[in-house]
C-alpha cells in the first residue's frame, strides 16, 4: 500500500509536467486546427499582462499554446501577477490560448 503512494508520489509531478507541455509531437499536423484569431489574441494579451506585471521572461503563445518557461514560473514576480492577470487568464481559456 506505501509502495504505491510513494510511486503515486514520484509520478505525479511527471505525469503533470507532460500534461502541461500537451504531450505533443512537434507535428503541427497532429496537433489540429489552429487556434482562431479572437483566442490568440487573449493568449497574447494574458502574456502582456503578465510581463507588464514583474516577469519579463513570460512567452507568447506558440502554435496555440502557453509554453511557460522555467525561468518565467521561477520568477518572484509570478504569483502575483498571475493574481492580478486572472481575468485576461479566464478569456484565454484552459490552457492558456
Known amino acids: 500500500m506505501r509502495r504505491r503512494i510513494l510511486d503515486a508520489l514520484v509520478t505525479a ?28 489574441e487573449k493568449a497574447l494579451k494574458l502574456a502582456q499582462c503578465m ?9 507568447d503563445p506558440e502554435d496555440g499554446r502557453m509554453l511557460i518557461t522555467q ?4 520568477d518572484p514576480d509570478f ?5 492580478k492577470c486572472q481575468k485576461e487568464s479566464a478569456a484565454a481559456g484552459p490552457g492558456g490560448s
Open 79 to 83: 504569483k502575483a501577477a498571475e493574481e
Open 13 to 40: 509531478p511527471f505525469a503533470l509536467a507532460l500534461l502541461l507541455t500537451g504531450c505533443g509531437t512537434g507535428d503541427k499536423a497532429a496537433a489540429g486546427a489552429s487556434p482562431s484569431a479572437d483566442s490568440r
Open 71 to 74: 525561468e518565467a514560473g521561477e
Open 51 to 59: 510581463r507588464d506585471n514583474g516577469v519579463e521572461a513570460y512567452p
